[in-house]
């Protein structure tokens, strides 16, 4: 059994969570809370939506508005919080409610692959850049500082009801590789989570067991303790690895067959 020092990198840290009002950022933040984090930005486009987050302990949750596509919010969001040592990007969308618009040839133009790549990929490398300083002088001041990117097991392979998502996650994916290798040398750890099925908004179609927003958040600290890079969290996600390392050919065309089959997924 891992035996997890729990209080390495997550006590006494500075964290800054997007999409922090739900979901799995919402666990986020609690778990932080329990965790001793010193001080924890809870960023969310309406920052009205913070407002119980805050209330469990007003003098660590720190409420700032943010969507993460908008570079002046983003720059905003650099200036207020320039003690940042862990960044969890975490705030993400599926794709449009209307499954035709989620493919590439079906939708009536590509207004929505363009949004979720803008928001799963271009926003979360900007955010990595913009908090660049602040994680390497974290490092310099002693702290273990972390880049944690939230990704989906839809990385792992096409997940053809939501290919565009596939496509930004899996471009993430690779850019967290990428910007692992260049913070190494500073210091800064960058961690790719291939998320499993969480019981938030995103799933709420799917009918099956869900893991709930705290416990995944438990499962990726205890994993960013350990200085895992690539972390496998939620329900289904390790299995999941599993099975598309045992047979990558099979598992993906059984996948397109679902979707032959039942194209309205
Ligand atoms: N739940 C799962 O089973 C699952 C599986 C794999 C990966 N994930 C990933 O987990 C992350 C969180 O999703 P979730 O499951 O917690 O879904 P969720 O409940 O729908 O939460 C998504 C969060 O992202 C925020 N968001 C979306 N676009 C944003 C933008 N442009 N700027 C700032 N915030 C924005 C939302 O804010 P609003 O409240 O304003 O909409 C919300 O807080 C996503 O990256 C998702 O891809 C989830």
Redesign the pocket.
Known sequence: MNTVDRNARIEGCTAFV??????????FVEVLLERGAKKIYA????PE?LESLTALDSARVVALP?????ATQRVAAFAAAPDVDLLI??????GSEEPAERRFLAATSLADARLVM???FW?QIEMCRGFATALQQGARRGRRPAIVN?????ALFCVVEYST?SAA?VALAFATIGLRAEFESSGVSVHG???????????AR?PHA??S?PD?AREVLDAVERDEADIYA?LGAREILNAVRADPENFQRERVRRFRDDPLR
């Open positions: 997007t999409g922090a009002n739900q979901g799995i950022g919402k666990g960023a969310a486009r309406r939506t943010l969507d993460i596509t908008i990007n975490n705030a993400g969308i599926g803008e928001t799963d926003a939230i990704l989906s097991v839809g998502y996650k989570v291939y998320t499993g099925s969480v019981d938030t908004r995103i799933s799917n869900k893991t927003p995944h939620g």
